[in-house]
């Protein structure tokens, strides 16, 4: 495998083929590295209170390296915490490209033996493009963030998970500073009697590390970019990755100190009113889904 050199592995004392992890100052043998990830993932489970015994837990899951990662390092640890787990895709309705996301999303779920439920948007009247005043991928992220929270509570989760990176926290907390909004994503967001607790349980893993485990695993993950993905809205993450080279471990460091000197806000903790048109729990009279419901069902008109 690509990245790995002759040496001995710091945790076991095997030589053999090791992989360098500078951001941990470890070298580490394959073997060991599933078991170091494996132990990331859970350590935030339960420092942070993520999941208790007994409870259930939806993943969200895309496909992508992240998710994947997260979604075969969680049936693990679903065994040894007694926990439930469930994974839940959204078919984005993007043509050929959401039907081979989604036969890959298939591919993992059934490998890892975790049930899944797919959500087709289509079938909602729902598309991924622009919409007055609101660019693809805002459209994209309200879709999916109205319907996790549905389906959640449909499925009677007690958290709902996601695979934000350390880069993704870094990113999101990092653009809030540049437009001084002086607020951190947290890594757990409690539950309301409305919604379940949304959890992150790789907010301290860096996003390599999802590849390495993938790779190490054997695990399909869907490596195709969004049709609509712009680079501009992900440049500043070379800042940190130049940071990082500087000096190893800056990113996780920087991390935690965003996250212990900022408040923790997050959009889904404004108050929640039923939706007039729906009666789905929302920001504003009318939700998100049903206005978008309502503008594509016009724009078909010719
Ligand atoms: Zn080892
Ligand atoms: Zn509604």
Redesign the pocket.
Known sequence: MEGLQDGRCVICGDATDILRLPEFNLKICPACFSHFYERRVRRALENDGMVSEGERMVLALSGGKDSAALLFALQRLARVMAFDLQALHFHLNMGDYSDRNLETVRTQAASAGVPLRVVHVGEMGLRIERVKGWRPCAVCGAIRRALMNREANDLRANALATAHTLEDILLFTFKNLLSRRLYALPPVLPETSELARKIKPLVYTPERLNAVYCRLRNIPFFEEKCPLWKPEGHALKQVFEGMEEIMPSSKLQLMLSLKQALPAEDEDWRELID??????K?SQT??A??RLQEWFSQAQVP
């Open positions: 939706c007039e048109r729906c009666g789905e929302s009318v939700c889904l049903c």
